[in-house]
């Protein structure tokens, strides 16, 4: 089920717009079994049902946005949750491969404690019943599905974390990490001073992209977890920066 979900993730991410027989179809399964697996991947919020066909919400939708390169994500997702031991207690914000990440915290670590401002990764990781979750208060962002601002300043005093995860929108040796919103910026930079290391998890298509808002400076970053895909100057300068970088596979051997 989960690599049929993953496929038909990439089906839907690649067309936009897929009839729900053409992928019974494609994938050689019955409409029903596709059926109950658009069921499931709507309930998590990475595609919608109209008529007959499985899309793709808003472009700015963070379900939207994990649909893409799914299987990538989740590679990245898995190598970062390897650093994670049983019972600690992590601190992640919004992004695509931050929600993949508490999905495998969730489902494959004991008595983990994640404390977010994602609601998003509250709804995507709330039927494990061996995670513990934490939800920041504070301005909420409806497209983002995050909490920012003072309130949420105000939340983050009284935790501290040995490690924060966060995403990315762009980097450039120039800028650095940016994000698209000064709001998730702040917030981001205020989560990572209640934390002793801040690492990023982003696909390499963000390499050599530039947001319009910086993150954090780069000697603030502990790790990089991405896909082979990075460009080879990027990586030899980050790691220059003492910013180790872990790579999964971007393609599986057939």
Known sequence: MEKRSAQILEMISENQRIEVSRLAELLEV??????????LLEEKGLIKREHGFAILGSPDDIGNRLAV???VKQRIAQSAAALIKAGETVMIESGSCCALL???LAREKSKITIITNSAFIINYVRKYSGVRLLLLGGDYQSISQVTVGPITRTNLEGFFVDKLFIGA???TQRTGFTGND???AETVRDMARQANTTLILTDSKKF???GTVSLLPIEDIGGVFTDDGIPEAQERYLESRNVKVYKVPRHLPD
């Not at 019955?30 to 069921?39: A, E, G, M, N, Y």
């Open 30 to 39: 019955s409409p029903v079994t596709i059926r109950k697996d658009l069921d």
């Open 69 to 71: 390169n799914y299987e």
């Open 102 to 104: 508490a999905e495998e």
């Open 169 to 171: 929108d762009g980097f």
């Open 182 to 184: 000064h709001s998730r």
């Open 208 to 210: 050599n992209h530039q």
